[in-house]
């Protein structure tokens, strides 16, 4: 990979989340938005979930006007790519709808990422320890999320002629910003219903991200075993000593 494209990739990469978990059935969340629940998706648990994966994402669909909860790839790939090399699993919220891998995602092809939780690490010095935080309430909940459909990739790649997503990052709210300088834009319900709105501009698109996100959260220590995904079980949740 070019020099350029690296640092593109590092840029959009640092800005959190990379990991979370959703056991919450998809029916709770479909009740949330009203959407209908793709035949297609794979529904369970899973505690840690990575990017370069089938996650749940809510949208309505530009065919139909249906709202529909399915599989999406995570890990924004532009509809004219044919690799996955510039593939960032976030993006700025405040800056989104002015670049240009972004703009008309952002104006066009917003979505809902389903979610019980994230994980962040703060650091510590020379070491980070990993948290998990959740909306306060404890309810199952939707990031902000843009999509794009992969329709130029190899058919030898999964996503290829797949929808693929970033998340959508802000500031932190104050009672988790000495976890970590980002996180994601983690919307209430109504602001969930809004943010899928196909009439929603813009400006009024901010408004949701300021004004309908979650306001306080709940955070706790967790074990390091969670920075491999092959530990995807429930124990990864259990609350430590930091240390």
């Not at 066009?108 to 994980?119: E, M, S, T």
């Not at 998340?167 to 104050?174: F, K, S």
């Not at 996180?183 to 300021?210: C, F, K, M, S, Y």
Request: hydrophobic share 35%.
């Amino acid at each position: 990979m070019c020099t350029v494209r690296k640092a593109i990739v590092a840029r959009y990469a640092r800005h959190m989340c990379g990991r979370y978990g959703r056991y919450s059935a998809a029916e709770q969340y479909a009740a949330i938005i009203d959407a209908m629940v793709s035949p297609q998706l794979e529904d369970s648990a899973r505690y840690n979930r990575p990017p370069g994966t089938f996650q749940l994402v809510g949208l309505v669909n530009p065919d139909d006007g249906n709202t529909t909860l399915g599989p999406a790839w995570w890990g924004f790939v532009p509809n004219w790519a044919t690799d996955t090399k510039l593939s960032p699993i976030n993006a700025r919220s405040e800056t989104a709808g002015e670049k240009k891998l972004f703009a008309r995602s952002f104006e066009q092809q917003r979505c809902l990422v389903a979610a019980d939780y994230w994980i962040e690490w703060q650091r510590n010095s020379d070491a980070k320890q990993p948290y998990a935080i959740r909306p306060s309430d404890g309810h199952p909940f939707f990031f902000a999320g843009i999509w794009s459909k992969a329709s130029r990739l190899s058919l030898d790649h999964a996503a290829a002629g797949q929808v693929t997503f970033a998340i959508l990052t802000g500031q932190p709210n104050d009672d988790i910003d000495h976890i970590h300088d980002r996180q994601p834009q983690a919307l209430t319900a109504e602001g969930a219903r809004h943010w899928i709105d196909p009439d929603l501009d813009v400006d009024r698109a901010h408004e949701v991200l300021n004004d309908e996100r979650h306001k306080t959260y709940q955070a706790w220590p967790i074990g390091r075993r969670v920075g491999n995904p092959k530990n995807d079980d429930a124990g990864i949740l259990e609350r430590i000593v930091a240390g």
